[in-house]
Structure formats: structure tokens, C-alpha cells
């Protein structure tokens, strides 16, 4: 009896020392994050990252560093300030459903807008190179009830031209969009994902990264005049490619032209610098980082400052495609190549004479192009109307040469040129990086940028990132077995010792 209860006694000394060691080890290993450029995808991971560790209650996360070689957070979200007025010079949109953006906007106490124009009001123009094969027409009145009635013969002569092609194409975007809403679902029957695909297929979104989007608008029975024309204006503008990119990164391009768009007052760079400031950072500004080897139970990550930062758990949350961080060891993953979108900011007129107009005002306020090499520019739109010239934003595939804006604007005061490696070249069936690039604690976010690539899918990439990275921190032994399994067998096993 009496030995019973001291084995008991024994059993249970040894169980609470176990716990307190555990719990010791965890607190005195609260790991260092170092996190690799400060985009919406950085700033995401170091956000989510202490929200979630802060409710597990376990002290896992301890001091996060970001390296940000530019002087100034947000990456692809940055402004342009062109006649003392700003404007977005990347990332300008938002959906209404990109839930993450729309709660950093509340809890960073910035104010949504909607973006310079109505949807419906902006006359639209799809040009050829020689001609608009497509025009809506503009409404210079601004008499309400104008505005509506050139609007809504706007819809009549855009259902001429395509016919139910237009239905079937919005209601596969909000199929798609009905997917995506997938990855925001609890933590209960949303499973940490350890790879791309696995995330995608889970979504039910994978299959449509298998086939181009011109594949799948036939599929679903789009008119070829639809695919050639407006679908192709879409991803021209958002991705500056035809629909020969996936289905998925077209859905959510064909997605980003629909109604209740928005963006956040005074620069949507602003998500990525509130959510820095608020989640306890260290943030290096103009330091790049070079190299990244991993020692053993630390990487050490050296910079162009000459200086050394030793981390646990280190966080890629850019683009490597055309940047040369140096890795030891090395690992490689899928060839990719990046997009380069140009673009030019001009404060002036257009020239009508080539468009083949006599007026300004009969230029549409976007100009979409087709795929054509006769066509010099991928789209331009109004960014501003002043009193007597505009503010317009032209993006390219290469850069606009001053002779060719000299030909296509009768008036230039102002030139801001812009080369962004903007977003992958996308190809069908796409091909994936790893998120965990070395078997550690080497985290790629941008792995999840073939699927789309906006300001939201990386706010969802890394948000599954630093849930795998926590994930992974708790259960440090091996990750792949079931814990309770395997503690039990390990105090059977002292049990027995003893
Ligand atoms: C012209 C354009 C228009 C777009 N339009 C939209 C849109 O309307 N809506 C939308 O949602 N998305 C849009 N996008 C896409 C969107 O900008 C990106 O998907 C998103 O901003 C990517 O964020 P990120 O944090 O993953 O990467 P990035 O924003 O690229 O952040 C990476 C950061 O890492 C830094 N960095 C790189 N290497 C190093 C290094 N070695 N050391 C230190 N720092 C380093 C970079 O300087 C950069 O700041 C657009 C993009 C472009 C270019
Ligand atoms: C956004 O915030 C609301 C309210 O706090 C919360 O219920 C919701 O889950 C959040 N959405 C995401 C995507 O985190
Ligand atoms: C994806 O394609 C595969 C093979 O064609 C098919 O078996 C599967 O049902 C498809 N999945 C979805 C979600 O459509
Ligand atoms: C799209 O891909 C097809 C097949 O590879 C090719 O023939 C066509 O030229 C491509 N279109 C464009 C605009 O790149
Ligand atoms: C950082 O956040 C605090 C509130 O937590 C706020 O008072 C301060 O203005 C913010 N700083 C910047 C630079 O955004
Ligand atoms: C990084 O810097 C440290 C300290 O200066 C140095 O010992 C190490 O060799 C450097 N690593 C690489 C890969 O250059």
C-alpha cells in the first residue's frame, strides 16, 4: 500500500519536474525571428506571429528583427509624388472580401477610400494599336441622372458585344472568390499548411493553377471575342500578360475589376508600417541582407553594413528571383521569372491625334490594349482630372521612351518612370518553391506568389506561415509523430526505470 503510493508520489515528482523543465526550456527558449524585407507579407508574419503566440500562451516568439534594404517599409505598396500630389505607385487596389486588409485598416485606425473613380462612371476604351475595337461612351454631364443613363447604356452595349459570356465569366470569378474564403476559416477546420499545393488543393483552388486562364474561360464557355478582348485588357493591366497566365492568378486579376474596390487614405504602404510598429520589431531600414547560413542551431545572416544578426527562425518574405542573397548550404528551387511592369506617371494631356480623335475629352479614361505588337503600351488611365491637363498612369511591358510619350501626349509637364519587378511571369501548370526551403527553419512566404500575386494572397501566405513557423516551434522534436504518443512512451519508459 504504502509503496504504492510512494511510487505514485515518486511518479507524480518526476511528472512535475518534467513539466516545469518543459515549460523552463520553453520560456528560456523564446526564439528569435529574423524576418527578410518589410512588405505586406513581413509585416504580416511579424503581426501574426505575436498575435498568435500571445494567445497560446506559451512564450515561443522572442525578439523579431526585419531588414528592409530600401529606406522605407511596404515594398511593392509605395506612392509616387508627381506635382506635389501622391499617388500609388504599386499595389493600388483591394477587393472588398481581402478580409486581412480590411481588419489591418480598422486596427491600425487608417481609412479605407474608394479609389479616384466610380467603377461605373470611367469610360472605358479597348485600343488595337490603330483603332478602339471598343468603346463605352463617355459622360462628360454631371447631372446625375446622365451619369446613370450613359452608364446603363454602357451595360447594354457591353451585353451586345458579349452576350452571357459576361455572366459566366463573373460568376467563375465568384466561384473563385468563394474558395479563397477558405483561408480564412478557424484554426478547427483550417489545417496548418507545409507547402503551396497542399494549401491550394485544400482550397479547391489548385486544379485552376494547372490550366491557363484563356483554357478555362473556354471550359466554361466564354465567347472567344470576351477572351480576346476584355479578359485580355484585365490581366494586361493587373498583370501585364495575356490570358496565357494560370486560371488562378486570372481569376483573381478578372476579380480586381469588379465593384466596391478600395484602398487605404494616404497609401496603402501604411498596412505594413502600422503592423511593424505594433508587433514589437526591431526594424533595420537600408540594411540588405547577402548572406544567410545556417549553423547548426542558428542562421547567421550578414549584411551589407558588415554586420551579423544570429536567428533562430529566419523568414524570406521577398521575391528571390532577381535579388542574390547567398544561402549555405544551398538549396534550389523552381526557375522563376518575374514580370516587369513599367510604370510612367505624366502630368500633361494626351495627344488625340493618336487615337484618331479630334478632342481629349473623346479619349476614354482607361485605355486597355489588346495583345498586339502594334500596341506600345499595356493601358492608361486617369489618375486626377485638374482644371486644364490630368494626371495619368501608363504601364508597359518596356520602358516608355520620351519619344514615344512625346507622340502619344500633346502636353507633358512632369515624367515619373517607375521599372517594377512586379509580380511572376505565370505559367500553367505552375510549379512551387517550398515554404520551408531547407528542412529547418528557413521560411519562403513569396513560395505561394505563382498562385496570384496581391497585397491579400501575401497577408494569407504568411499568415499560414506563422502559424507553420509556431507549429513547428512548439513540437521542436519531431513534428511528424503525434505528441501525446510519443511524451506517454517516454514516461512509460522512465516509469520502467524507475
Ligand atoms: C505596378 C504594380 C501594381 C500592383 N497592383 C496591385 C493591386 O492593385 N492590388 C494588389 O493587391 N496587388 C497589386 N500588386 C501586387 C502587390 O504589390 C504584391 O503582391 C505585394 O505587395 C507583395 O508584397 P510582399 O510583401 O510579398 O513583397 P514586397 O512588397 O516586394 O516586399 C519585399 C521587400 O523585401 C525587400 N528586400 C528584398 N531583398 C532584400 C534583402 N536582401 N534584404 C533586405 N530587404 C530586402 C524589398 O526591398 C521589399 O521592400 C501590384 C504590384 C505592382 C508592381
Ligand atoms: C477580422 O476581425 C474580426 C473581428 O475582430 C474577426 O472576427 C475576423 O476573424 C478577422 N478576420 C480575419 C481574416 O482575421
Ligand atoms: C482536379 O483535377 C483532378 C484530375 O483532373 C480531378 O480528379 C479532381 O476532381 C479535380 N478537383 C477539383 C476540386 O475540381
Ligand atoms: C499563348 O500560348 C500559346 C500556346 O503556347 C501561344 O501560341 C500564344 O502565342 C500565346 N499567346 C500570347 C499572347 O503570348
Ligand atoms: C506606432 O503605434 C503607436 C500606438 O501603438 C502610435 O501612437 C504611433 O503613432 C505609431 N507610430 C507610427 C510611426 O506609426
Ligand atoms: C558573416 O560575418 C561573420 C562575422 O563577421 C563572419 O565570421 C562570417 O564568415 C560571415 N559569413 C559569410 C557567409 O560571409
Redesign the pocket.
Known amino acids: 500500500m504504502n509503496y504504492k503510493h510512494d511510487t505514485h508520489q515518486i511518479t507524480s515528482l518526476v511528472f512535475c519536474t518534467i513539466l516545469l523543465l518543459v515549460l523552463n526550456f520553453s520560456h528560456a527558449h523564446a526564439h528569435s525571428i529574423c524576418i527578410i524585407g518589410s512588405g505586406i507579407g513581413g509585416a504580416s508574419v511579424a503581426h501574426f506571429l505575436r498575435r498568435y503566440s500571445s494567445a497560446s500562451q506559451q512564450n515561443l516568439i522572442g525578439k523579431i528583427s526585419i531588414f528592409e534594404r530600401n529606406g522605407i517599409v511596404g515594398g511593392r505598396m509605395a506612392t509616387v509624388t508627381i506635382s506635389g500630389e501622391t499617388f500609388e505607385a504599386g499595389a493600388s487596389i483591394l477587393h472588398p472580401k481581402n478580409y486581412h486588409a480590411v481588419n489591418y485598416t480598422e486596427y491600425l485606425n487608417l481609412q479605407a477610400k474608394k479609389p479616384s473613380h466610380s467603377d461605373d462612371s470611367l469610360s472605358l476604351g479597348i485600343w488595337d494599336g490603330h483603332k478602339f475595337v471598343y468603346k463605352t461612351m463617355n459622360s462628360n454631364s454631371k447631372l446625375p441622372i446622365v451619369q446613370r443613363l450613359v452608364s446603363f447604356a454602357n451595360s447594354v452595349m457591353m451585353f451586345l458585344r458579349y452576350g452571357v459570356s459576361l455572366f459566366r465569366m463573373s460568376s467563375f470569378v465568384e466561384e473563385t472568390v468563394n474558395n479563397f474564403l477558405r483561408y480564412y476559416e478557424d484554426f478547427e477546420s483550417r489545417p496548418v499548411f507545409e507547402s503551396v499545393e497542399e494549401m491550394l488543393r485544400w482550397a479547391g483552388l489548385f486544379n485552376l493553377t494547372t490550366q491557363t486562364l484563356g483554357e478555362k474561360l473556354v471550359e466554361v464557355g466564354l465567347s472567344p471575342l470576351l477572351i480576346q478582348e476584355l479578359s485580355t485588357v484585365i490581366t494586361r493591366i493587373n498583370y501585364g500578360q495575356s490570358v496565357n497566365i494560370s486560371g488562378l492568378a486570372g481569376a483573381v486579376s478578372l476579380a480586381g475589376s469588379g465593384g466596391g474596390l478600395w484602398a487605404v487614405e494616404g497609401g496603402n504602404w501604411q498596412m505594413a508600417a502600422g503592423l511593424i510598429n505594433r508587433s514589437d520589431v526591431a526594424l533595420h531600414l537600408h540594411e540588405e541582407i547577402e548572406?544567410v547560413?545556417y549553423l547548426g542551431d542558428v542562421y547567421?545572416l550578414?549584411s551589407t553594413k558588415?554586420k551579423?544578426y544570429n536567428c533562430q527562425v529566419t523568414v524570406v518574405a521577398t521575391p528571390l528571383d532577381e535579388i542574390n542573397i547567398?544561402f549555405?548550404p544551398v538549396f534550389s528551387i523552381p526557375q522563376r521569372k518575374l514580370q516587369h511592369t513599367h510604370a510612367t506617371f505624366v502630368r500633361g494631356l494626351l495627344n488625340p491625334a493618336y487615337f484618331g480623335m479630334n478632342k481629349v475629352s473623346d479619349i476614354p479614361e482607361l485605355v486597355g490594349t489588346t495583345e498586339s505588337i502594334d500596341v506600345t503600351f499595356t493601358s492608361i488611365s486617369i489618375l486626377k482630372k485638374h482644371e486644364n491637363d490630368m494626371t495619368y498612369k501608363i504601364f508597359s511591358r518596356e520602358p516608355m521612351s520620351d519619344a514615344l510619350l512625346d507622340d502619344i501626349f500633346s502636353v507633358r509637364k512632369e515624367t515619373i518612370k517607375i521599372n517594377w519587378g512586379a509580380y511572376p511571369h505565370y505559367h500553367a501548370p505552375e510549379k512551387y518553391a517550398p515554404f520551408i526551403l531547407d528542412g529547418n527553419h528557413l521560411y519562403y512566404v513569396n513560395a505561394f506568389e505563382n498562385a496570384a500575386s496581391t497585397m491579400e494572397t501575401s497577408a494569407v501566405a504568411a499568415e499560414n506561415i506563422a502559424r507553420l513557423i509556431l507549429s513547428r516551434l512548439s513540437a521542436p522534436v519531431d513534428f511528424s509523430l503525434p505528441k501525446l504518443k510519443s511524451s506517454n512512451s517516454d514516461l512509460s519508459k522512465m516509469h520502467m526505470d524507475l
Open positions: 548572406t547560413s547567421e550578414n558588415g551579423s547567398r549555405n
